[in-house]
């Protein structure tokens, strides 16, 4: 009895998507490990960091990104109970406006904090 075998699997992404091309460079020790500690803030490879700020792509730290989805998640739920409760918009309009200040404060320290950081 002849074993089937399954076809080699296809890539849903499009040809002009595929990454093809390897770079490789040397880095010190001290510039490496520079680079795995900012690419493991940001859940990231040391390839995947240095290919994103090669590239002028935003890099973010997950702490950062944990803590903005949370509060997003926060506001959301003073927002559902103010709604439950009916509680006039007054009342909860400060607490939410907070959340959005948190926010945004943490983006722009973030922002801040990447152009004075930046390892290129």
Known sequence: MAKHRRPPAQSKKPAADMKMRVLSFRVTDEDYQRIRQWAELAGLTPGQFARARALGMPVQARGDLALI???RRQGGLLKHIAIETR?????????????????TAIRVSYDREADTKSIL
Do not use: C, T
């Open 87 to 103: 509680q006039p918009w007054e009342k909860v309009e400060p607490a939410i406006n907070d959340v959005r200040a948190a926010i």
């Open 69 to 71: 989805n949370e509060l």
